[in-house]
């Protein structure tokens, strides 16, 4: 039994004297220096990918060489300017009855005249209570009187063309209104009397952008007696006349952005019924036309004969 068991131990012990030299071999610092520095690894299978046309890399700026030879491109804006400040309008415009200020109130057109805006009051009510959440001075008996000085101020501002007045007194949306048409005009307007107290008749208080995003827009009827008179750049009359009061009723818009604490009551727009007289026309200067002379001729005024302008 010894015989067998002595020939198992002698190749077991000679694996293990192998396996130890070898470690001592990895473990030796000149066996190390002569061991491979790439460990290869198998990594993912990869398929084939076909190369991709470069056509974008490869398209013509037609602008950009437009711009080399000296041609002016015109730059298109898509995004539409917003302002937050004001409303972009009118909401709910207040509909003024037909024959306002001509029809007595005892008449029995006068009476339907007033159940109606009776009627038509319960929104402006809800209304009021909400810009009097944001704004508790006001009153429907006092802001008239205030609106009135509002109106005067930028008319007047207007006539002197006092832009930074101006545009306190009046929304970003009613400034292009008033001063449009205005470059070489001279504007003459003054306030002589109120026919009849100015009065709330509307009231809206929209939201806009975001819920939330309160506007306050109050209607006021004013019926007045003004003198206005425009004339042109060569100082001739075109409209009205200075020394000549006429009376005017008109339906004021007054907007006020609520959520803005510094907020203001300013001049928001007219509303304009249908059932108004037509403006007066304008008057305008007119050239005369003069004989055709050729660049030897003079010209002889007693040899010419006055015309006059075709009225327009």
């Known amino acids: 039994m010894a015989a067998p068991m002595t020939r198992l131990r002698a190749p077991f012990q000679r694996l293990m004297c192998h396996c130890f030299q070898r470690e001592q071999a990895l473990l030796d610092p000149a066996v190390q220096c002569h061991l491979p520095s790439l460990i290869l690894l198998r990594t993912k299978k990869r398929y084939y990918v076909p190369k991709t046309d470069d056509a974008k890399k490869h398209t013509v700026d037609y602008e950009a060489r437009a711009r080399a030879a000296g ?12 302002n937050i400040a004001c409303t972009a309008g009118i909401f709910d415009p207040y509909i003024p009855p037909e024959g306002d200020a001509r029809l007595s109130k005892l008449s029995k057109e006068g009476l339907k005249q007033r159940t109606e805006q009776l009627k038509q009051s319960a929104a402006s ?22 609106a009135l000085e509002i109106f005067i101020e930028a008319q007047t501002a207007l006539a002197q063309f006092n832009k930074e007045r101006l545009h306190k007194l009046v929304t970003e949306r009613c400034y292009p209104d008033m001063v449009r048409g205005n ?71 007054f907007e006020r952005h609520l959520k803005n604490p510094y907020g203001t009551w300013r001049l928001h727009g007219k509303i304009i019924p249908s059932w108004a007289p037509p403006k007066d026309p304008i008057i305008k200067t007119l050239m005369i036309p003069g004989p055709q ?14 015309s006059t302008a075709k009225a327009v």
Not at 71 to 79: D, L, N
Not at 293 to 306: A, Y
């Open 293 to 306: 002379l050729k660049p030897w001729e003079e010209f002889n005024s007693h040899e010419h004969e006055k």
């Open 71 to 82: 041609i002016v491109v015109q730059q298109e804006y898509m995004e539409r300017a917003i």
């Open 183 to 253: 470059r070489y005009k001279t504007i003459r307007w003054q306030f002589l009397e109120s026919l009849e107290p100015p009065r709330v008749v509307h009231a809206r208080c929209p939201d806009m952008v975001s819920k939330g995003n309160l506007y306050g827009q109050v209607t006021l009827r004013m019926h007045y007696k003004q003198t206005v008179a425009i004339y042109d750049r060569f100082g001739r009359l075109m409209l009205g006349d200075e020394n000549e009061p006429r009376d005017a009723l008109e339906y004021v818009v």
């Open 125 to 146: 009510q809800l209304a009021i209570r909400k810009i009097r959440e944001h704004d508790p001075k006001f009153s429907t008996k006092e802001f008239p009187d205030r």
